[in-house]
């Protein structure tokens, strides 16, 4: 799958943890993407850079100047937001079936 998308399995943890994020308000900033995924400061930059080409806006931290604002891109935010409510939807219909067959038994 992460083939598919030319992304590396960090990359898609804080593509993911991104997203997680992005439900919730407030600024999102480089140490908390490396608090929320235990990935090295450093290390989320090189990523973020990367990223930066086609998933994610980066920006001045309205609080600290010397901090990045992260954001998904709107088009990489749909599509965060269509996986979540296609997994909800596969549980649901999981559950239904499941309910279904426990009650033919």
């Known amino acids: 799958m992460l083939e598919k998308q030319s992304i590396t399995h960090p990359q898609f943890i804080v593509r993911a943890t ?58 990489e935010l749909n599509k965060a937001n269509e996986t979540m409510l296609n997994k909800k939807r596969t549980q649901c219909l999981t559950s239904h079936y499941v309910r279904i067959i426990l009650i033919t038994i």
Do not use: F, H
């Open 18 to 75: 991104l997203a997680y994020l992005s439900q919730r308000s407030g600024e999102i900033t480089q140490v908390i993407v490396s608090n929320k995924t235990n990935i090295d400061v450093m290390t989320i930059s090189q990523i973020l850079e990367n990223l930066e080409k086609s998933y994610i806006k980066c920006s001045c931290s309205i609080k600290d100047s010397r901090a990045k604002s992260i954001q998904l891109t709107p088009k």
